[in-house]
């Protein structure tokens, strides 16, 4: 059997399936959660199916989650999307269930599960739902067609990052097709507050930026705090460094009440999740997470971004 064919029999199989994603959930782990709840919602009505993990953090104009019972995991099966590693998925219950599924488009550092696909190559997990929904004839409700849609609008930036393929395209051709309003949607997932809006001028006027286009920006818990902002709301500055022409890699890092950093990276060219990984992270190629446990280790992510920057340079 495929792994495809596998996942369709645990699905047949199961009469309680719960959907799980990662911690501080982005448009794709939403998007890939709830559009797989909604199409096996509509296509297999007898059966119980839950979206679950807590908060959505700015996200409720996607979907919004379910709170349930420990006892619902007895005999069910439970699915994971868009979560390279164990220790991210949101809701640490999804182990009590009967069997375990990886759906993900990362790197597989972190082969949890007892069915596991991964396609590094798909710009978003929500692309691979949408080719299960496509390839197995699922019919897809113009809500699911949304939340898949948005899922790849985000993981993708528009359609900007080099994970953008032609098959990406033709999936989003196809969702778009299922009469839900793209323009709401697209700036549903673009909108800012004015004060994120403030502090991206903060952003840009503190950037550092080195000879070989390594660029760094801190975000203090002190600015955080004159801006009245926090960690969730900083998603939408991290792209913004990319846009000017001789930055090749950047990092932002952000302070945590408890005083360590989360560091999110970006590159147009140098590979940086092996970086990611050395600092308690991980992630795509040239978009990754990390995590600095002082001003110490910021500071070593730098170097060793301009580090690499300097290298690709010299290619
Ligand atoms: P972010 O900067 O949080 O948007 O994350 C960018 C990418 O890196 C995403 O694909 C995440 O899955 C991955 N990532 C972020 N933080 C971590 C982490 N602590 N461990 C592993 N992967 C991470």
Not at 5 to 18: L, M, S
């Amino acid at each position: 059997m495929t792994t495809i064919e596998k996942i369709i029999a645990a699905i047949k199989e199961y009469d309680r399936i719960i959907i799980h994603r990662h911690q501080r959930p982005d448009p794709d782990a939403i998007g890939s959660q709830v559009g797989l709840a909604e199409t096996l919602r509509h296509n297999f009505p007898d059966k119980e199916i839950y979206q679950v993990g807590g908060s959505v953090e700015g996200l409720e104009f996607l979907a919004s989650m379910e709170t349930i019972e420990d006892e619902k995991y007895q005999d069910a099966l439970v699915i994971v999307t868009d979560t390279a590693n164990s220790p991210r998925i949101s809701d640490k219950r999804f182990s009590l269930g009967d069997k375990l599924i990886k759906i993900d488009h990362h790197p597989n550092d972190d082969p949890y599960g007892d069915i596991v696909w991964v396609n590094t190559k798909a710009s978003s997990c929500s692309e691979m739902i949408a080719d299960l929904a496509f390839d197995l004839d699922l019919e897809l409700t113009s809500n699911a067609a949304r939340l898949l849609y948005g899922g790849i609008v985000g993981d993708t930036g528009r359609f900007l990052y080099p994970a953008t393929t032609s098959h990406t395209l033709r999936v989003a051709a196809k969702l778009i097709d299922h009469h839900f309003d793209a323009t709401k949607l697209n700036r549903e997932i673009e909108q800012i507050s004015l004060k994120v809006a403030k502090l991206s001028g903060y952003l840009y006027q503190n950037l550092k930026v080195d000879e070989n286009g390594a660029a760094q920006v801190v975000l203090s818990q002190e600015v955080m705090k004159k801006y009245d902002i926090v960690d969730s709301e900083t998603s939408s500055l991290v792209p913004l460094p990319g846009v000017i022409d001789n930055v090749l890699a950047w990092g932002l890092f952000v302070e945590q009440p408890e005083g360590y950093y989360r560091v999110r990276l970006r590159s147009k060219g140098p590979v940086i999740n092996e970086l990611a990984k050395r600092h308690h992270g991980g992630g795509h190629p040239l978009a990754s997470g990390a995590n600095a446990h002082d001003d110490a280790e910021r500071e070593e992510i730098y170097r060793e971004l301009q580090a690499m920057c300097a290298l690709y340079k010299q290619k």
